[in-house]
């Protein structure tokens, strides 16, 4: 699935931490993330991430929720354009992360913000804060 350039500016990143803490009752954030996957989805804002969030999530899921839970969430999985990663994304991710020195960012994040910058994106639901000191506009606002 492919965004028409048309929705580009209202799609959002969905980031691993929004992902599950929408899964997860028990994460301290579920509340915040079912309320505002629920209000993006009924301002029809689509939802970006990428193969790597993808597998972080049913890692999580796996590991903390149980073998069924991992793999109801990669069945069930809200309907998300993700993004794969190519050869050719290594470079700029190796960049990100060299750029934002003092930052602690995964792979997988320096990821999710070359994709953000390839695909146009300003909006990242997320409750990390690596995504703020990168200069993301973060979902939901007011989080830290």
Known sequence: MTIPASLRERAVFADTSALYAALDRSDQ??????????????????????????????????????????????????????????????AGVLRTLQGYGGIALSYSDAFALVVMKEMGLGSVFTFDRGFQSAGSKIYPRRLF
């Not at 597998?55 to 149980?66: D, K, M, N, Q, S």
């Not at 109801?72 to 794969?84: C, G, K, N, R």
């Open 29 to 90: 954030w579920h509340s915040r993330a079912a309320d505002g996957f629920l209000r993006l989805a009924q301002q029809r804002r689509p939802f970006v991430t990428t193969n790597l969030v993808v597998g972080e999530v049913h890692t999580l899921a796996l590991t903390r929720l149980g073998t069924a839970a991992g793999l109801q969430w990669l069945e069930t999985a809200p309907s998300l354009v993700v993004v794969y990663q190519r050869e050719t994304h290594h």
